[in-house]
């Protein structure tokens, strides 16, 4: 596959993807809700997370329905931990894709509930009443609830507010990214795979593909924190490093990360390799995009 | 069934619910969140919601492991909402079941996240490897993600929000308390119906007894509001007056308040009968709890 196909897969995934979620997500919620919740999710973000779910189908042969709940499902947590994270009593920032962040466009409370109807919401698109197996849901369900909680992206945020203005040691910084962000992106390859008839080697290697892939991001997050721009970027640049947050550039410095990053690339594609699917290319593509992404 | 039968009915089930949900909430979990979460939701409150899953699954003769896990996860969602409720932004709690907030034992963001942890946390209990059959977990995922999200709880909540120094008329009061309050205690209900083969016929008329008893424990709930004082409901008192929300006793007033309930009650045991049920009988004494409550 070349780039030129690639893109063109990103983009036709995207359209359906940003239809999907559109329908999914409530203009009618009651008394503002709806808005704050369409504001937090719709029209905005790199979807990486959705492309993971949608790519990962493809390459196992799924079904492309339940790989699209799945999807809309990974961003509503993604984005709702976004809005909660935004809050004044979190990291209080007021600026996120380029725009005003829930809380400062809606309100405290409006926001801390939109994000949690949209968690609700995530778990309610995975269970339809027809279009997707029992079985098929429950998975789903268990992967997501299990990516999102205490043992996941939650307790890698509890881990990160507790971290503020320590020093940490490697592994403990790459735990905490582990949960935070490593876990969901991991989950969002998972949950494509489960869509479809996956071998035990291939999920496996479909889930160290994701491991590498999971902390790749959060290495190149922490490279662009300090050399891009907030333009560029969509969000407050410099970030981190003002709140004296451990990043990987802070404990490893900026070309110990950078070579960090390509490693993990190298180990996404071995995964890759190892899964032995017939074509895996958006997978590998999209390791690609994560590594040389500037925003 | 007479009282002292169903005295230790709610003794034995809740002794069995207090260890399952010890038992399902995390210690372990990093960073002080699982101390948060734990404090947050063991050792307190009335366990009505856990008590109409076991007594719905008992009346149909349902699966006793599975509900027990349905009664875990109602719980969670209830609690974390508690959490959320209390915090600054919200309602400005500072006590609760007789103890110190979430919030202010742990700190606002510790408590955000510990709220959003024990709703991915009802997900994952409703999800485990063994012991519920796939299609069960598929269908208590879906009852549980509908009553909390956007067209229940959460829905409700923004309602409440938006109605505050409003006057509300009995419609608006008894939509916004149906979804705050009432479609978590139906679905409760309804899980525990899940649990077991409920025909048609009893699955609607438990729907119906769940709405009339859901809508009865926010009337009776009102009418506490202005009868007792803090120490008896381990929660401030009066609240509801002081913030200039509409209840039930402002827009009915007392007396209508009272007889409202006991009205209640009434459909609710009608709707039982309707079961065609062999044995309601715990379900009907819980409908009289509700009522005849003094905190």
């Not at 109807?117 to 029992?134: H, N, R, S």
């Not at 735990?175 to 992106?185: C, N, S, W, Y």
């Not at 895996?280 to 040389?292: M, T, W």
């Amino acid at each position: 596959m070349n780039a030129q196909d690639f893109d063109r897969w990103v983009q036709a995934s995207l359209n359906a993807f940003e239809a999907a979620l559109d329908d999914l997500v409530p203009a009618g919620a009651p008394a503002g809700l709806g808005e704050a919740m369409r504001y937090a999710v719709l029209g905005g973000g790199k979807r990486l997370r959705p492309l993971l779910v949608l790519a990962s189908c493809a390459a196992v042969g799924g079904d492309s329905f339940a790989a699209m709940r799945a999807a809309c499902s990974v961003e509503l947590i993604h984005a709702y931990s976004l809005v909660h994270d935004d809050m004044p009593c979190m990291d209080d920032d007021v600026m996120r894709r380029g725009k005003p962040t829930t809380h400062v466009a809606f309100g405290e409370a409006q926001a801390m509930l939109a994000g949690d109807a949209m968690q609700a919401l995530a778990f309610e698109v995975l269970t339809p009443d027809t279009g997707i197996a029992p079985a098929l849901q429950a998975r789903l369900c268990s992967l997501l609830a299990r990516s999102a909680g205490h043992d996941g992206m939650a307790g890698g945020q509890a881990i990160d507010l507790a971290s503020i203005g320590k020093q940490l040691d490697e592994v403990t910084l790459r735990d905490m990214h582990r949960r935070k962000t490593g876990v969901l992106l991991q989950a969002s390859v998972m949950m494509g795979a489960a869509c479809g008839p996956a071998s035990t080697q291939a999920t496996q290697a479909l889930a160290d593909y994701g491991a590498a892939l999971g902390l790749a991001f959060q290495v190149v997050d922490d490279i662009l924190d300090v050399t891009q721009d907030s333009t560029v970027l969509g969000k407050t640049a410099g970030k981190d490093q003002d709140a004296n947050k451990p990043t990987y550039v802070s404990v490893l410095g900026l070309e110990a990360a950078r070579a960090l990053a390509q490693q993990l690339r190298a180990e996404a594609k071995a995964a890759l390799a190892a899964t032995g699917l017939a074509d895996v290319s958006h997978l590998s593509l999209l390791a690609d995009s994560v590594v040389e992404r500037d925003n």
